[in-house]
């Protein structure tokens, strides 16, 4: 069974807009949870995570938002670039184990 | 170049031959996770080390495959008699966390794997 969801296969932004990709998961005893970026051809890029004790993480262009009682967490990305254009994988872990990965969504900034 | 590096990045076999692939950590990280990607799937977990001990095995890990961690330092996996079904991304990645709060994985390239 899929632990972590990403229902979006895909999202078109604007260049300069915001971009807001979400993911839902279903076990509650995750406790920490990532973003990563792929590109083709290449291995998952570490973009930014969050703790579960926690219900926002901000890295310069990028945010994550953890709402628990909702088994939501989304990433904001603002604004949006052209190369941003890639596949964001939504992950999560309980401690320090194997992360659980959604099936991506692929992001397109629109000059 | 401090990353995770994985060799080879390409690999095409014959159904039933043995196929072998090596993953080289980022230095001085004492976790290591083995994952496959299929097309239009996130990666999925195989298997992770922390130094030379082998901690868990996921069900997707079939007794034709095998892997070690000699030394806690670079890590092996190994498919037996290769099935056109073990056609995937075999992706690495290392961690420097055992405990506490944080589970950041920084992933190789990938190993790029085609059975025919």
């Known amino acids: 069974d899929q632990q972590v969801k990403q229902n979006s296969p895909s999202l078109s932004v604007q260049e300069g807009r915001i971009s807001i990709l979400n993911c839902d998961y279903t076990n509650s005893m995750f406790d920490y949870f990532l973003w990563y970026k792929k590109y083709p051809a290449e291995g998952p890029t570490f973009l930014i995570s969050i703790s579960s004790i926690k219900d926002k993480n901000e890295d310069g262009r990028f945010t994550v938002f953890l709402n628990k009682s909702a088994k939501h967490l989304s990433l904001h990305i603002v604004p949006s670039q052209p190369g941003d254009s890639a596949v964001y994988f939504c992950a999560a872990s309980v401690g320090a184990n194997n992360l659980f990965f959604g099936t991506g969504t692929r992001l397109t900034v629109i000059p | 170049d401090t990353g995770v590096s994985q060799n080879p990045r390409h690999k095409i076999t014959k159904r039933g031959q043995n196929v072998t692939f090596r993953c080289d950590p980022i230095s001085e990280h004492n976790r290591l996770y083995w994952y496959r990607q299929t097309l239009g799937q996130g990666p999925e977990f195989l298997t992770y080390f922390q130094n030379e001990a082998q901690l868990e095995k996921s069900r997707l890990l079939s007794d034709r495959f095998s892997a070690e961690r000699p030394k806690g330092s670079f890590s092996t996996l190994e498919i037996q008699r290769t099935e056109q079904g073990d056609s995937a991304m075999y992706l690495c990645?290392?961690?420097?966390?055992?405990?506490?709060?944080?589970?950041?994985?920084?992933f190789g390239p990938g190993t790029r794997l085609t059975v025919l």
């Open positions: 990645a290392s961690s420097p966390r055992d405990r506490g709060i944080g589970n950041e994985q920084f």
